[in-house]
């Protein structure tokens, strides 16, 4: 005899729930899904409401773990934790999905087709989880972008600027001389430059920033302003510009939405994308692993950790505490602030115009850090500790101020190779350098250019 499965349709969840009783193993389509829920008398699973939902009489309706095609060829969704809703179809605004887990479910398949853009309208709970897989069937270029929609939260005129200057060991500063005291307040958030020009209707952007510190009532000091690109940030990294406001400019202090804890993002051929949001609240203490290929932009992160091979590139971002490549991860970091300093083990990290705040960079087994134009340090024991059997390479300059130890140390087999063309590497001219265990002067260090311990092989030699 043949299964007969009866097939029933209603418009939303609250229908389902007010079916009458249908026979055992029923499917039930659901227009606001767009999806099936079996009806299981039996069923032991919670009800939630979204994906298991009560019947009128007994059983339960379970939803099938298959999405719509539908859904996957949506590019744009909105995410919005207090006034979304997960029945909405996520398309605008006033439709928005309220989690981050119905989203996963309607990407079922694992599957989402072009670029897909998530905007972040309020703070939510929920950690960012998600497992898909980005295909180019549509675009040459797909990624998932969670994009947050950051709030105004002050705005000015800038009134004086003083950019980074390596060679003289001075750091950036931003000041607005009408409106004193505003800067403690400011603290982690972005800061975004926006300048009026003649061609232009309304002021254009001309870089973002993260505000450091407050130096004295009217100023502050910010990490290196970073040109974002001009489709929000997508691709091109490699081709990161760095700007410079000037005074007359208007700016911008951002609060950014904020998710959870965490953020896992299980697939390693998927290109993921995070701008304008926070992760984790302030000061607590967690890690937030990325475990995906892509790029950060402009972020408060809690704590970053790479969780399995592949690239990821921090854009302008604030990272509240370790930052750490690993398992043969990639981390290429352009401007923005690492709190707590950062390190390599075993995977490689590349620093450009990057703020490194209350600890050293650092190298571990077999890691690779690589220096470009410049970094700076502030207030650790060393400036760069590199251990048995890593490595760094300095294509730039590696400065700072309120160093307490030897301003490069470098352990039994360890190697730190340099440009000549970038010395003196350091503007304090009491540097000295450990070479496992053979302390150098800088002035003897230049004057050799290079030099091997010839007891344990640590080393520090000009690029060849």
Same mark, same amino acid.
């Given at each position: 005899?043949?299964?007969?499965?009866?097939?029933?349709?209603?418009?939303?969840?609250q229908?389902? @729930?007010?079916?009458?009783? *249908?026979?055992?193993?029923?499917?039930?389509?659901?227009?606001?899904?767009?999806?099936?829920?079996?009806?299981?008398?039996?069923?032991?699973?919670?009800?939630?409401?979204?994906?298991?939902?009560?019947? $009128?009489?007994?059983?339960?309706?379970?939803?099938?773990?298959?999405?719509?095609?539908?859904?996957?060829?949506?590019?744009?969704?909105?995410?919005?934790?207090?006034?979304?809703?997960?029945? %909405?179809?996520?398309?605008?605004?006033?439709?928005?999905?309220?989690?981050?887990?119905?989203?996963?479910?309607?990407?079922?398949?694992?599957?989402? =087709? @072009?670029?897909?853009?998530?905007?972040?309208?309020?703070?939510?709970?929920?950690?960012?989880?998600?497992?898909?897989?980005?295909?180019?069937?549509?675009?040459?270029?797909?990624y998932?972008?969670?994009?947050? *929609?950051? $709030?105004?939260?002050?705005? @000015?005129?800038?009134?004086?600027?003083?950019?980074?200057?390596?060679?003289?060991?001075?750091?950036?500063?931003?000041?607005?001389? +009408?409106?004193? %005291?505003?800067?403690?307040?400011?603290?982690?958030?972005?800061?975004?430059?926006?300048?009026? =020009?003649?061609?232009?209707?309304?002021?254009?952007?001309?870089?973002?920033?993260?505000?450091?510190?407050?130096?004295?009532?009217?100023?502050?000091?910010?990490?290196?302003?970073?040109?974002?690109?001009?489709? @929000?940030?997508?691709?091109?990294?490699?081709a990161?510009?760095?700007?410079?406001?000037?005074v007359?400019?208007?700016?911008?202090?951002?609060?950014?939405?904020?998710?959870g804890?965490?953020?896992?993002?299980?697939?390693?051929?998927?290109?993921?994308?995070?701008?304008?949001v926070?992760?984790?609240?302030?000061?607590?203490?967690?890690?937030?692993v990325?475990?995906?290929?892509?790029?950060?932009?402009?972020?408060? =992160?809690?704590?970053?950790?790479?969780?399995?091979?592949?690239?990821?590139?921090?854009? %302008?971002?604030?990272?509240?505490?370790?930052?750490?490549?690993?398992?043969?991860?990639?981390?290429?970091?352009?401007?923005?602030?690492?709190?707590?300093?950062?390190?390599?083990?075993?995977?490689?990290?590349?620093?450009?115009?990057?703020? *490194?705040?209350?600890?050293?960079?650092?190298?571990?087994?077999?890691?690779y850090v690589?220096? $470009?134009?410049?970094?700076?340090?502030?207030?650790?024991?060393h400036?760069?500790?590199?251990?048995?059997?890593?490595?760094?390479?300095?294509?730039?300059?590696?400065?700072?101020?309120?160093?307490?130890?030897?301003?490069?140390?470098?352990?039994?087999?360890?190697?730190?190779?340099?440009?000549?063309?970038?010395?003196?590497?350091?503007?304090?001219? +009491?540097?000295?350098?450990?070479?496992?265990?053979?302390?150098?002067?800088?002035?003897?260090?230049?004057?050799?250019?290079?030099?091997?311990?010839?007891?344990?092989?640590?080393?520090?030699?000009?690029? +060849?």
């Amino acid at each position: 005899m043949p299964l007969v499965i009866q097939v029933y349709h209603v418009a939303s969840l609250q229908g389902l @729930g007010a079916m009458p009783v *249908v026979p055992n193993g029923s499917l039930v389509w659901v227009d606001t899904l767009r999806t099936f829920f079996e009806f299981d008398e039996h069923s032991a699973a919670p009800i939630d409401g979204i994906t298991v939902v009560a019947a $009128k009489v007994r059983g339960k309706f379970v939803r099938s773990l298959l999405a719509s095609r539908h859904w996957s060829l949506q590019s744009t969704w909105h995410l919005n934790a207090q006034t979304g809703d997960d029945q %909405n179809d996520g398309a605008t605004s006033a439709t928005a999905v309220a989690t981050v887990a119905e989203l996963q479910r309607r990407w079922a398949d694992g599957r989402a =087709l @072009g670029r897909i853009r998530v905007l972040v309208e309020s703070d939510t709970d929920e950690a960012l989880d998600i497992n898909f897989r980005v295909t180019g069937a549509v675009e040459p270029y797909s990624y998932v972008r969670f994009q947050g *929609v950051p $709030k105004v939260v002050h705005s @000015g005129i800038v009134t004086g600027y003083e950019p980074y200057n390596s060679a003289a060991g001075t750091r950036g500063t931003i000041s607005d001389a +009408t409106q004193p %005291n505003i800067w403690a307040l400011s603290a982690g958030r972005v800061i975004r430059f926006r300048r009026l =020009l003649p061609e232009l209707a309304e002021a254009d952007l001309v870089a973002e920033a993260f505000v450091i510190r407050e130096e004295n009532e009217t100023s502050a000091w910010i990490s290196q302003p970073v040109v974002p690109n001009a489709d @929000g940030g997508a691709y091109g990294v490699g081709a990161e510009t760095f700007g410079h406001p000037a005074v007359g400019d208007t700016y911008e202090i951002l609060e950014l939405p904020r998710f959870g804890s965490s953020c896992f993002v299980r697939s390693g051929t998927s290109y993921l994308e995070l701008q304008y949001v926070a992760m984790g609240a302030p000061n607590v203490d967690h890690v937030a692993v990325f475990q995906a290929e892509g790029a950060i932009r402009s972020c408060v =992160l809690s704590d970053y950790d790479t969780g399995v091979p592949g690239q990821m590139q921090l854009v %302008n971002c604030y990272v509240q505490r370790n930052c750490r490549s690993q398992y043969a991860g990639q981390t290429a970091v352009y401007g923005g602030v690492l709190n707590f300093g950062c390190s390599s083990k075993p995977g490689r990290m590349d620093l450009q115009r990057t703020v *490194v705040r209350n600890g050293a960079v650092r190298s571990y087994d077999s890691g690779y850090v690589m220096v $470009k134009d410049w970094a700076c340090i502030f207030d650790a024991p060393h400036l760069l500790e590199i251990h048995s059997h890593a490595r760094a390479q300095l294509l730039g300059r590696l400065w700072g101020t309120e160093i307490s130890s030897n301003e490069i140390s470098v352990s039994a087999q360890g190697a730190v190779s340099y440009d000549v063309s970038i010395l003196p590497l350091l503007v304090e001219p +009491t540097v000295e350098i450990s070479l496992g265990g053979e302390i150098l002067t800088y002035s003897q260090f230049a004057a050799l250019q290079n030099y091997v311990n010839p007891m344990n092989g640590a080393a520090m030699v000009a690029d +060849t």
